[in-house]
Every structure is written in structure tokens, then in C-alpha cells.
T-cell receptor, first 115, second 112 residues
Framework: EAGVAQSPRYKIIEKRQSVAFWCNPI?????LYWYQQILGQGPKLLIQ????????DSQLPKDRFSAERLKGVDSTLKIQPAKLEDSAMYLC?????????????FGPGTRLLVL | KNQVEQSPQSLIILEGKNCTLQ??????????LRWYKQDTGRGPVSLTI?????NTKSNGRYTATLDADTKQSSLHITASQLSDSASYIC???????????FGKGTKLSVKP
């Protein structure tokens, strides 16, 4: 079974530039998550999709961050304009539910450095 | 407030030794608790998932325990290997809206 794919793996940009990350979840997984993980901390949920609908985007800084999952499969996360404090690992995860347990699988992440 | 606290923040052990990582949570209602291993620069990988009725679960040299009464979990690593060097993240699924609440992780370094 192929895992969650993310690209690019690394990105370096200057502040005020724009950047976009791409995620392809595991086939058949309806739920997709984007997380931001600052070095030394646990992941923080940015947005959760169920198919192509948004379930939770309460912690997404909507003035600069946007995400979409138009066809309910792959997803993009965009930052425009980037700030220094956006430097972090951006993790995508997808999940399926068996019985009452939801199992989440993470992609390798995209490491962003904003200079 | 739903929180997950992990201790210690970091740990250094010698190869071959055992260690135990702790996780305390205040998430209610509780659904399940997961332990993830995250290698540096990589995404987290699931080690165990335990529901309310399970108090121990093993995955190779990793054994997780759960005490739902005291809201504590531990991850015990037996006969550590250099490849165990990673961050170990405790995650609780629960809360009134069914959220995943992440701890900050314990950074484990195994030295030869």
C-alpha cells in the first residue's frame, strides 16, 4: 500500500514570498489533515478535510494560509505571504476508520525555511 | 482544557538499556491514545493505539500501558537500539468534538 505523498520535501523562501505544498493521501482515505510542526514541538492541526469539505480550520491563520481539496483526493496548502515564524515542518496525514478507531498515517513532511 | 503532557522532555540512554516515557492527559471524553515515533525530519509513524478497555499493548520492543482511571500512559522500550533515537509523541483522541490532541514529544537519544 502506497503511503501519503508530499512535495516538495524542502523549500527555502524569503519572507513575503508565497509557497504551496502538495499532498496525495492514501487511496480511499476520506479524511485528510494538514499540521504545522515547529522544531521541538508536537504537530499543531491547521485544517481537517472530510472528502472535499472542511471539518475544522479553527487554527488556520486565514489571513495568510489557505488550503483546498477540490476533488476530495489530493490537497494543497498555500502560504501567502510567508513570515519568518512560518518556518516549520508541514505534515499531511490521511486516515481511515475501522470499527471505532481512526488510524492516521503521516506523510514525510515538507520542511519550510523562511529567510 | 484538553491537554497532553509528556515527560521527560529529552532522554539520553546507552544502547541496550531500557527506558520508559510518560504521558499524562486531561482529555475528556477519552476515546483512544496513540504513541508515535518520529525520526528527525520525517513524519510520525504509529507504534500503538489503545482504547479505553486496553491497558497494555506491545509492538516488538515497544510496550505501551494505559491507566484510564489516572489518565496516564507509558511507553517502555526494551533493549534499546541506536535506531530508537527519535522523538516519541503521545496523542489522545477525544474531547467533545473528537479531536487529536498532541503532546510535545520526548526526544530520545540512544548512544553506543
Amino acid at each position: 500500500e502506497a503511503g501519503v505523498a508530499q512535495s516538495p520535501r524542502y523549500k527555502i523562501i524569503e519572507k513575503r514570498q508565497s509557497v504551496a505544498f502538495w499532498c496525495n493521501p492514501i487511496s480511499g482515505h476520506a479524511t485528510l489533515y494538514w499540521y504545522q510542526q515547529i522544531l521541538g514541538q508536537g504537530p499543531k492541526l491547521l485544517i481537517q478535510f472530510q472528502n472535499n469539505g472542511v471539518v475544522d480550520d479553527s487554527q488556520l491563520p486565514k489571513d495568510r494560509f489557505s488550503a483546498e481539496r477540490l476533488k476530495g483526493v489530493d490537497s494543497t496548502l498555500k502560504i501567502q505571504p510567508a513570515k519568518l515564524e512560518d518556518s516549520a515542518m508541514y505534515l499531511c496525514a490521511s486516515s481511515h476508520t475501522s470499527g471505532r478507531v481512526e488510524t492516521q498515517y503521516f506523510g514525510p513532511g515538507t520542511r519550510l525555511l523562511v529567510l | 482544557k484538553n491537554q497532553v503532557e509528556q515527560s521527560p522532555q529529552s532522554l539520553i540512554i546507552l544502547e541496550g538499556k531500557n527506558c520508559t516515557l510518560q504521558c499524562n492527559y486531561t482529555v475528556s471524553p477519552f476515546s483512544n491514545l496513540r504513541w508515535y515515533k518520529q525520526d528527525t525530519g520525517r513524519g510520525p509513524v504509529s507504534l500503538t493505539i489503545m482504547t479505553f478497555s486496553e491497558n497494555t499493548k506491545s509492538n516488538g520492543r515497544y510496550t505501551a500501558t494505559l491507566d484510564a482511571d489516572t489518565k496516564q500512559s507509558s511507553l517502555h522500550i526494551t533493549a534499546s537500539q541506536l535506531s530508537d533515537s527519535a522523538s516519541y509523541i503521545c496523542v489522545v483522541y477525544g474531547g467533545s468534538q473528537g479531536n487529536l490532541i498532541f503532546g510535545k514529544g520526548t526526544k530520545l537519544s540512544v548512544k553506543p
